[in-house]
T-cell receptor
Framework: GNSVTQMEGPVTLSEEAFLTINCTYTATGYPSLFWYVQYPGEGLQLLLKATKADDKGSNKGFEATYRKETTSFHLEKGSVQVSDSAVYFCALRAGGSARQLTFGSGTQLTVLP | DVKVTQSSRYLVKRTGEKVFLECVQDMDHENMFWYRQDPGLGLRLIYFSYDVKMKEKGDIPEGYSVSREKKERFSLILESASTNQTSMYLC??????????????FGPGTRLTVL
């Protein structure tokens, strides 16, 4: 079946530090990959996505590259801000007609001033 | 602005009660989803629907049912609430088939406590 494995949290960084959150997946076919973010007290929002191998998704300074050879989609940001403190979820949608997403367990990020 | 709303942010119920969680979207989306979110487990799909009166089981449907009588509304029903159903419940919706098919839009969540 499909699964997503995310880096265990929580992660605590100082402002302007470099961020990496690891994500690897198992899926049949050619999945689409996503990062969602959940700010305190809110629902999830799409942060970025990539739909085929070697695609790079980017948004708000965050980037992730779809690596088929390593089945990975790691999230990176060069300089985090306090406002980036949130829970980050990696997810996949299996190829074909699948509509539902499979999520990782989430990584709590706290950025200190 | 896209919007998914859920009927309650916080709900407290007693064991054995019948519980209804309502979700409404104003984006004319065909697909709607119910997830539960638990620490360390991420989001797990309970049920989803791709059309009015259509439903499909997700990964953890036991103890839940759903209803979709109108396109914009998707209800999650706990027939007889139990303490292990204490959780955060998230509703989402997405378009059926467009270039943006994959993006799911989420509501703010309902935190349900079953005593």
């Amino acid at each position: 079946g499909n699964s997503v494995t995310q880096m265990e949290g929580p992660v605590t960084l100082s402002e302007e530090a470099f961020l990496t959150i690891n994500c690897t997946y198992t899926a049949t076919g050619y999945p689409s990959l996503f990062w969602y973010v959940q700010y305190p007290g809110e629902g999830l929002q799409l942060l970025l996505k990539a739909t085929k191998a070697d695609d790079k998704g980017s948004n708000k300074g965050f980037e992730a590259t779809y690596r088929k050879e390593t089945t990975s989609f790691h999230l990176e940001k060069g300089s985090v801000q306090v406002s980036d403190s949130a829970v980050y979820f990696c997810a996949l949608r299996a190829g074909g007609s699948a509509r539902q997403l499979t999520f990782g367990s989430g990584t709590q990020l706290t950025v200190l001033p | 602005d896209v919007k998914v709303t859920q009927s309650s942010r916080y709900l407290v119920k007693r064991t054995g009660e019948k519980v209804f969680l309502e979700c409404v979207q104003d984006m004319d989306h065909e697909n709607m989803f119910w997830y539960r979110q638990d620490p360390g487990l991420g989001l797990r799909l309970i049920y989803f629907s791709y059309d009015v009166k259509m439903k499909e089981k997700g990964d953890i449907p036991e103890g839940y049912s759903v209803s979709r009588e109108k396109k914009e509304r998707f209800s999650l029903i706990l027939e007889s609430a139990s303490t292990n159903q204490t959780s955060m419940y998230l509703c989402a919706s997405s378009k059926l088939r467009t270039g943006d098919t994959d993006t799911q839009y989420f509501g703010p969540g309902t935190r349900l406590t079953v005593l």
